[in-house]
């Protein structure tokens, strides 16, 4: 029982937490991504198609990345060279690309809402050798995708890249004071587009992971908000790695729990609150936390 | 044809001769199940009623409701068939204006002179499929099949519209086995197959072997489960059993093109169809059970036969399928 929820709460962390964490180097480096959702459906697309008829899963990640990163430069470019607002231009790409999406299925596959293909390769599960058959760390570690390992991988290397080297602090500057960093012979908008590119590679992943890492068919509403979820995941995360990775995983957790809580006789329209309500509830915690630290600092003064 | 209707004494009933129209919903024609299906019956009704008609696409379905439906009728068709669920509303303020216009919704009662409403016994099909998947679930020389009588249901959302198919569901499953055990769960969401997948997976692994969706998109990923754990799932409105061959045990089939075929042969008629509900049960062949292509020669007969035997019961009216939408709820699901 245990060891479901723990596997099924880290299946649905993995599109968010890669998603969230593109989103956040895109926000440190000055540019709120409010497409993450077109990103993730245009790599789930992508994904989907390479994979089908036997296609090669590395080959369908590598096009879902690289679809993501163009939607992405698009959005960025508007917003970098033509000076549009970032929330807009986002809204209005999540909007485009649905519709887009929704036009190639009907004019291409003469299909609304599903497409389903034959012979979809799956990405792979690996068992870990020794771990695999452990309670509790089986469920963590074991029989996971490249994907789901790859995102916690980038989790403290996030922070080491934001934190310990150059790059990561021309990002940083980029984002917070384009003006000096300009007068210091950066190129703040360049910067920011490239960490734009870098969302929405990771997004497009994210997207692929839904169709081809979890169910094997595409849907025009495969991403469901989860663009929005990451969005919010790096808001609770205040652009700090760990934290955003704990608010994603708090709702892929309380995601999974909801399923199971359902089948019990608990009613389903509380239940499915459950993950919003645990996000407000966790950031209300924080904050306090937060505010306590302040004062007690205050005090020693 | 008038005169000989009349010089044959048939009274009331006057021929239709006006062309008909079919509204086409969203998702446009060539999605391969709602409009498409409803089409085809367009065309079989129009055919046998002798009448010419046409279909009516628009980009904006939802938004130009009320200008698709003045243009429609002003352009002097008899009778309008409407499959946007959301024109019923704009419907009952254009019917209004055109009173000589026979109008037709699906899945809604819109209460004018002049609107024929098309309900769907969705209860019904249903049923059987519950009855199915509850003699299916304990009997292990099934491939996939464990011993324990649980099943599973997963709804798109917590309403009356689809807790009416739920329903139905249970009674059927309570029939065949009274200690079925009975999951039901809802995703929320009709288009999030992942959600889905992950839902009917927590089924399977709370000991369910047959899991019936009623949830659109989201249950695609309930047929992917299914398929990925060796169980079975059940589909909906459309014959799904080939999305997954042999790991659909049926697909609960609403016939939207049977209703339409009849609306159009009854206008054709020249029936006073205006300001009535028609009905489409297991008895119209409005709804009903797959031919389980890829399923039926692993279920035993016996179980077969007692799903006809239900159908002949539900048929003949000695078995009344609860309707949540007409009924309420009932005790075992609140």
């Known amino acids: 029982m245990i060891d479901n929820i723990i596997h099924s709460a880290l299946i649905m962390t993995t599109p968010v937490l890669l998603a969230a964490l593109g989103g956040l180097i895109n926000r440190v480096g000055g540019l709120v991504n409010i497409g993450l959702g077109a990103m993730m459906l245009s790599g ?5 198609l390479v994979a089908a008829d036997d296609g090669s899963w590395p080959l369908a990640l590598a096009a879902a ?31 485009v690309v649905a519709g887009l999406v929704r036009f190639f299925l009907k004019s291409h596959f003469h299909t609304s809402g599903t497409l389903g293909l034959p012979a979809v390769t799956m990405l792979p ?14 469920a963590i570690f074991s029989g996971h995708d490249i994907l789901t ?7 403290p290397a996030t922070v080491w890249f934001l934190a310990r080297t150059r790059a990561g602090l021309r990002l940083r500057a980029a984002g917070a004071a384009p003006g000096p960093a300009r007068a210091l012979g950066l190129a703040p908008l360049a ?16 997207g692929a992971y839904l169709a081809i890492g979890v169910v094997g068919i595409f ?11 990451a969005l919010a995941a790096f808001y609770f995360g205040r652009n700090r790695p760990v934290a955003t990775a704990m608010g994603a995983l708090l709702f892929g957790f309380f995601d999974a729990i909801q399923i199971r809580l359902q089948g019990r006789g608990v009613p389903a329209e509380l239940v499915q609150m459950l993950p919003y309500a645990m996000v407000i509830v966790f950031l209300t915690l924080v904050a306090v936390a937060a505010r306590r630290r302040a004062q007690k600092v205050d005090v020693h003064d | 044809m008038m005169a000989l209707a009349s010089a044959l004494g048939v009274t009331g009933a006057q021929a239709a001769e006006k062309p008909a129209a079919l509204i086409i919903a969203q998702g446009g024609l060539g999605d ?24 009516v696409e628009s980009k904006d379905v939802v938004a130009q409701a009320n200008d698709i439906l003045r243009r429609a009728s002003d352009a002097e068709f008899g009778l309008i068939v409407d499959l946007e669920y959301s024109h019923g509303t704009p419907m009952l303020e254009v019917a209004k204006d055109y009173p000589n216009t026979l109008y037709g919704i699906l899945n809604q009662v819109r209460k004018a002179p002049n609107i024929v409403s098309v309900l769907f016994q969705e209860q019904e099909g249903s049923y059987l499929a519950g009855l199915l998947a509850a003699s299916v679930t304990t009997d292990t020389s099934i491939k996939g099949i464990n011993p324990e009588p649980i099943i599973g249901v997963i709804g798109g959302t917590k309403s009356a519209g689809i807790d009416k198919f739920i329903a139905g569901y249970i009674a059927g499953a309570k029939a065949a086995n009274p200690n079925t055990q009975v999951l039901v769960a809802y995703s929320n969401n009709f288009a999030d197959p992942a959600l889905g997948q992950q839902m009917a997976k927590a089924m399977f692994e709370s000991g369910a072997d047959i899991v019936y969706h009623v949830a659109g998109g989201t249950g695609m990923g309930v047929i992917q489960a299914a398929k990925a754990a060796g169980r079975y799932a059940i589909g909906v409105d459309a014959d799904q059993d080939g999305i997954a061959p042999g790991s659909v045990l049926t697909s609960m089939i609403k016939r939207t093109d049977v209703a339409v075929e009849n609306v159009v042969k009854a206008y054709g008629r020249g029936e006073k169809i205006g300001g009535t509900t028609m009905a489409f049960g297991l008895k119209e062949n409005g709804v009903g059970l797959s031919e389980m292509k890829y399923t039926k020669t692993l279920i035993p007969a016996a179980i077969l036969a007692k799903v006809e035997a239900a159908k ?17 709820y009932p005790d075992y699901l609140k």
Do not use: C, H
């Open chain 2, 32 to 55: 391969q199940s709602y409009n498409d299906l409803a089409n085809a019956g367009f065309k079989r009704g129009l055919e046998a009623a002798g009448l010419k008609g046409r279909t």
């Open chain 1, 149 to 155: 390992w790859m995102s916690w991988v980038l989790v």
């Open chain 1, 125 to 138: 599960r690996y068992d870990l050798p020794g771990i695999a058959d452990l309670p509790v760390l089986g």
């Open chain 1, 44 to 48: 789930a697309l992508v994904g989907f």
């Open chain 1, 65 to 95: 990345g690289l679809a993501g990163a163009v939607t992405a430069l698009a959005m960025s470019l508007i917003v970098t060279r033509l000076g549009a607002d970032e929330i807009i231009v986002g809204l209005g790409l999540n909007i």
């Open chain 1, 191 to 206: 910067i920011r587009d490239i960490s734009s590119v870098y969302a929405g590679f990771l997004s497009g992943l994210a």
């Open chain 2, 312 to 328: 002949a019961d539900i048929i003949e009216g000695r078995i009344k399928v609860w309707n949540v939408v007409e009924q309420g």
């Open chain 1, 219 to 229: 849907n025009e509403g495969i991403v469901a908000g989860r663009g929005f979820i």
